[in-house]
């Protein structure tokens, strides 16, 4: 099934109501990392060129429900809409939260407002349909375009789009599902998925969806060392997960998983701890695996630069400490030279990219942390699945 996209629907003199993934790091009112606002600009500048009057939602961290904006002020969007407007170039002015149909029905064709954190409504969470309704009566169409949240049914990214006119996906939105579906659905071959991070538990259902789809499978972090343990190398002091041994030895017949030969290694969890480059074989009891070793590198590289789809989340080592980074920097930029079709997603992966400065040689950076997880998963996210719905009936 497909969705509708923005670019499909009539919107010259429509009331135009945006479902937009503002969440972003917010320090003592200054914003410190614009990314997702980065990405809302193309679809909030289509709809305003294409004549709509524009009113934009989004969550912000997680406030409490039924509780005014006044009182929790740490939560108000009100500094996204400053730097929107000077992205934009055109005033986002903060709507007052009586804003009704009558109010949407003032708005003028090329002007554009936005709704306070929608986490603070009644029943958003739950998804009632008394919000739900409430969020339709403000427009004509709807668009859904936080790909970040699709994988939540709620008012303002599920329910609304049960009771608009029209709704369909804006061009992030549509762009996510586009580039996860090449990756995915027909991928080319070889394909390899790079999982790493702290916990197969956490990555679990997505190790196991991509086991079955992948030609190879890289795993690192805390995840591959439970696949160290799992092949029955003793790994020290590392973090792992002894309940997932049998997991790990489930996966590892699924698909190839080439297991590091050396690691860096150190005493300690910190900073200032010195890097020791051990073969996999020599771990102390004392040990803590940091990072792959340097023969690693050069093994995961060279299957980096022969594959045609890569699937990146998650990193290959502590790369927060300089002296635990080379792992992950070395196959970031692995995967920015290879020249197949590469899509990475997942905040620490975000971060990772942006680090490295290869933001532009990655094919597609998924903005969803969650939801690019779970639609790897093979899961439907509820929030496509309405717009799929609304466009077969
Ligand atoms: P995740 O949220 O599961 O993607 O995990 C990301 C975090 O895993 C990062 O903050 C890394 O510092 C951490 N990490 C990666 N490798 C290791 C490791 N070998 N030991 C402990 N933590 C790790």
């Known amino acids: 099934m497909t969705v509708r996209s923005i670019q499909e629907v009539e919107l010259s003199g429509k009331k135009v109501l945006i479902r937009e993934d503002l969440n972003v790091p917010i320090k003592a009112g200054e914003i410190l990392n614009d990314a997702r606002i980065r990405a809302t600009v193309p679809t909030i500048k289509y709809a305003l060129e294409k004549g709509a009057s524009v009113i934009l939602m989004s969550h912000l961290g997680r406030p409490d429900e039924g509780v005014p904006i006044s009182e929790q002020q740490e939560a108000s969007l009100a500094p996204v809409a400053k730097h929107l407007s000077e992205l934009l170039n055109n005033q986002v002015d903060l709507m007052p939260t009586d804003f009704s149909a009558d109010s949407a029905a003032k708005l003028s064709p090329g002007s554009c407002v936005m ?3 929608v986490r603070c409504n009644i029943g958003e969470k739950n998804n009632s349909d008394e919000l739900s309704q409430y969020y339709a ?23 609304v789009a049960k009771f608009a006119p029209v709704a369909c996906a804006g061009l992030l939105l549509s762009g996510e599902l586009e580039a996860l579906n090449k990756a995915l659905a027909q991928p080319l071959s070889p394909m390899l998925a790079v999982v790493g ?3 197969v538990s956490s990555k679990l259902m997505v190790l196991e969806a991509l086991a079955q789809k992948v030609d190879h499978l890289i795993v690192g972090g805390g995840i591959a060392n439970t696949f160290l343990a799992a092949a029955g190398y003793s790994v020290g002091k590392s973090l792992y997960e002894e309940d997932m041994l049998a997991k790990a030895r489930e996966i590892m017949r699924l698909t190839n998983i080439p297991l590091p030969s050396d690691v860096a290694v150190a005493k300690e969890f910190s900073e200032s701890a010195l890097a020791e480059i051990k073969v996999i074989a020599d771990i102390a009891e004392d040990d803590m695996i940091l990072d792959i070793g340097p023969e690693t590198i050069s093994d995961y590289v060279r299957v980096i630069s022969e594959m045609k789809t890569i699937l990146w989340n998650g990193p290959l080592g502590v790369f927060e400490f300089d002296a635990f980074a080379a792992g ?19 905040g620490e992966t975000i971060t990772a990219i942006e680090l490295y400065k290869i933001s532009d040689q990655v094919s597609y950076m998924s903005t969803g942390g969650g939801a690019f997880l779970e639609f790897v998963e093979g899961k439907t996210l509820p929030a496509v699945a309405i717009l799929e719905d609304r466009n077969a009936g």
């Open 137 to 159: 009566s403000l427009c004509d169409v709807f668009v859904m375009d936080a790909f970040g949240t699709a994988h939540r049914a709620q008012a303002s990214t599920h329910g």
């Open 328 to 346: 992950t920097e070395s196959v970031a930029k692995a995967i920015a030279e290879n020249t197949g079709f590469s899509i990475a997603g997942g």
């Open 115 to 117: 709704l306070e954190n």
């Open 197 to 199: 991070g702290a916990k």
